[in-house]
């Protein structure tokens, strides 16, 4: 009969060889709570088409509560203006901006937060679409204008 | 001094909990969120109030700041002094530090008289959003919120 020391020997040789997980486990739970904490959930869809300037003195936003939002695009080769919608999805004319401002406006009468405007223009607009849709805003009811920005260039 | 031994019977091993599931799991949500999370700059706020048409009767003191900025970029404070060089479309953002000096100046005149700072931005139309951006950018560096547009062109 084989001694206590030589049996040990024996069944330990047997186990399986095991990987120590753990180290792993920690990397992966570190990399999920870096993604779940910098990850943001898009709540206004926005045209990606456009790319605000870059103001360093602009701030983020607490609330995006009470904005109508529109885009200025570059004017196209043509020299023509071109304004749309948040999502870029349907074009608009400065008449439709008055009027859906003072929808806008009209529907949001009594509410605590003032409503604005949020002009998303591109870096490469002209001032003059600036100035024409802030005027059809002003003619809806709104005078408080947003610029959307980036706070750096890189 | 003897110690006590903690009895365990022979062959008997320690419990162990199968974690594979977990670590299954979670590597499903890190490649979730690998694959939908887009490192995206936030945009900021730039804000200004465009004056209403309500008028007052106390005019104030102090009178308002004339801010014009050229089709070509430069900037011009009160018809005179330039601030802020040409800037041709696509340059990079201005700081525009004389800009910013003269409305600190400004700023603190009508403070001390304790009336509302008033800009009048006159933009060109042909000028680029980001040099007028620049300008707004600097009126934000003081606190000035009011800002007069001029040289509203009709629709087209």
């Given at each position: 009969?084989?001694?206590?020391?030589?049996?040990?020997?024996?069944?330990?040789?047997?186990?399986?060889?095991?990987?120590?997980?753990?180290?792993?486990?920690?990397?992966?739970?570190?990399?999920?709570?870096?993604?779940?904490?910098?990850?943001?959930?898009?709540?206004?869809?926005?045209?990606?088409?456009?790319?605000?300037?870059?103001?360093?003195?602009?701030?983020?936003?607490?609330?995006?509560?009470?904005?109508?939002?529109?885009?200025?695009?570059?004017?196209?080769?043509?020299?023509?203006?071109?304004?749309?919608?948040?999502?870029?999805?349907?074009?608009?004319?400065?008449?439709?901006?008055?009027?859906?401002?003072?929808?806008?406006?009209?529907?949001?009468?009594?509410?605590?937060?003032?409503?604005?405007?949020?002009?998303?223009?591109?870096?490469?607009?002209?001032?003059?679409?600036?100035?024409?849709?802030?005027?059809?805003?002003?003619?809806?009811?709104?005078?408080?204008?947003?610029?959307?920005?980036?706070?750096?260039?890189? | 001094?003897?110690?006590?031994?903690?009895?365990?019977?022979?062959?008997?091993?320690?419990p162990e909990l199968d974690i594979s599931s977990?670590?299954?799991?979670?590597?499903?949500?890190?490649?979730?969120?690998?694959?939908?999370?887009?490192?995206?700059?936030?945009?900021?706020?730039?804000?200004?109030?465009?004056?209403?048409?309500?008028?007052?009767?106390?005019?104030?003191?102090?009178?308002?700041?004339?801010?014009?900025?050229?089709?070509?970029?430069?900037?011009?404070?009160?018809?005179?002094?330039?601030?802020?060089?040409?800037?041709?479309?696509?340059?990079?953002?201005?700081?525009?530090?004389?800009?910013?000096?003269?409305?600190?100046?400004?700023?603190?005149?009508?403070?001390?008289?304790?009336?509302?700072?008033?800009?009048?931005?006159?933009?060109?139309?042909?000028?680029?959003?980001?040099?007028?951006?620049?300008?707004?950018?600097?009126?934000?560096?003081?606190?000035?919120?009011?800002?007069?547009?001029?040289?509203?062109?009709?629709?087209?």
């Amino acid at each position: 009969m084989a001694s206590r020391k030589l049996q040990a020997v024996l069944e330990e040789a047997d186990e399986d060889a095991r990987m120590d997980m753990s180290p792993m486990i920690d990397m992966v739970f570190l990399l999920l709570i870096f993604f779940m904490v910098a990850s943001r959930m898009v709540t206004v869809r926005v045209d990606p088409t456009i790319k605000p300037p870059v103001a360093d003195e602009s701030i983020k936003p607490k609330s995006a509560i009470g904005r109508i939002i529109f885009n200025i695009h570059p004017k196209s080769a043509g020299g023509e203006s071109k304004y749309s919608t948040s999502d870029g999805s349907q074009t608009v004319s400065l008449e439709e901006i008055t009027n859906r401002v003072q929808k806008f406006s009209e529907s949001r009468s009594g509410s605590k937060v003032e409503s604005s405007l949020l002009l998303r223009a591109h870096k490469d607009a002209d001032v003059s679409d600036i100035k024409k849709v802030a005027k059809a805003a002003a003619e809806g009811g709104i005078n408080k204008v947003i610029f959307g920005a980036f706070k750096t260039d890189k | 001094m003897a110690r006590r031994r903690k009895y365990s019977p022979e062959g008997a091993k320690d419990p162990e909990l199968d974690i594979s599931s977990l670590v299954d799991v979670a590597f499903l949500l890190l490649i979730y969120f690998l694959v939908t999370s887009t490192l995206k700059k936030d945009e900021t706020d730039l804000s200004i109030v465009l004056p209403t048409s309500i008028p007052t009767d106390n005019p104030d003191p102090v009178d308002p700041l004339a801010i014009l900025i050229e089709a070509d970029g430069r900037v011009i404070v009160d018809k005179t002094v330039e601030v802020g060089g040409a800037r041709p479309k696509g340059s990079k953002p201005d700081r525009l530090p004389q800009l910013r000096a003269k409305l600190k100046e400004y700023k603190e005149l009508a403070d001390g008289v304790g009336s509302k700072p008033v800009v009048i931005v006159a933009a060109a139309d042909e000028g680029n959003t980001q040099r007028f951006i620049d300008v707004v950018n600097a009126l934000a560096s003081v606190k000035i919120k009011n800002i007069t547009m001029t040289g509203f062109s009709g629709p087209e």
